[in-house]
Antibody
Framework: QVQLVQSGAEVKKPGASVKVSCKAVGYTFTSYYMHWVRQAPGQGLEWMGIINPSGGSTSYAQKFQGRVTMTRDTSTSTVYMELSSLRSEDTAVYYC???????????????WGQGTLVTVSS | QAVLTQPSSLSASPGASASLTCTLRSGINVGTYRIYWYQQKPGSPPRYLLRYKSDSDKQQGSGVPSRFSGSKDASANAGILFISGLQSEDEADYHCMIWHSSAWVFGGGTKLTVL
């Protein structure tokens, strides 16, 4: 069945970068876009951007432009989200989420990763 | 002013109904948007519940009971998630979302307590 398996928790210092992975299992990796969303402790959800695993094209939320990079490795069916220049406000759980529709950058659907906690602290 | 505003909390009794609102910022017309709703329980990722634009443009998420439904209140410029026959398992955070200005935008979420 479809699973999105994310990498483990990270602790980073301010100014550093973090790279979170999301491995797709149980479906054709290149047929579905992948979103990234984050959630700070006790806060709401925040969309970061989306990647098309087929060609690697990306679209980022304006807030993260210049600081986020989404990439993919088709040989391992894995997408990555790298966030640089980390600050304490970036402490959050980061999720990957797949649309329900093939070849579409549509809404975040039924499939989500388990989440990766990134803690930024000196 | 935030694009989407949700009340931070709501309480209701088991068996009762609850209406969770998602108010769009002034100048953004609720009638033109599909509104998506997600349920999130502690320690878990969100679960897609449904989307609603109109009675002819709506979708129920996979396995989501029919007691969850969507609607709009045009006079309040708001989307509504209606939950009937509340059960203890409905206690969760509920998030609304729209596609606006080339980005997916979420509300701040409503914590629903069933007691």
């Amino acid at each position: 069945q479809v699973q999105l398996v994310q990498s483990g928790a990270e602790v980073k210092k301010p100014g550093a970068s973090v790279k979170v992975s999301c491995k797709a299992v149980g479906y054709t990796f290149t047929s579905y876009y992948m979103h990234w969303v984050r959630q700070a402790p006790g806060q709401g959800l925040e969309w970061m951007g989306i990647i098309n695993p087929s060609g690697g094209s990306t679209s980022y939320a304006q807030k993260f432009q210049g600081r986020v990079t989404m990439t993919r490795d088709t040989s391992t069916s894995t997408v990555y989200m790298e966030l640089s220049s980390l600050r304490s406000e970036d402490t959050a759980v980061y999720y990957c989420a797949r649309p329900n529709d093939e070849y579409s950058s549509s809404f975040l659907g039924d499939y989500w990763g388990q989440g990766t906690l990134v803690t930024v602290s000196s | 002013q935030a694009v989407l505003t949700q009340p931070s909390s709501l309480s209701a009794s088991p068996g009762a109904s609850a209406s969770l609102t998602c108010t769009l910022r002034s100048g953004i017309n609720v009638g033109t948007y599909r509104i998506y709703w997600y349920q999130q329980k502690p320690g878990s990722p969100p679960r897609y519940l449904l989307r609603y634009k109109s009675d002819s443009d709506k979708q129920q998420g996979s396995g989501v009971p029919s007691r969850f439904s969507g609607s709009k209140d045009a006079s309040a410029n708001a989307g509504i998630l209606f939950i009937s026959g509340l059960q203890s398992e409905d206690e969760a955070d509920y998030h609304c979302m729209i596609w606006h200005s080339s980005a997916w935008v979420f509300g701040g979420g409503t914590k629903l307590t069933v007691l």
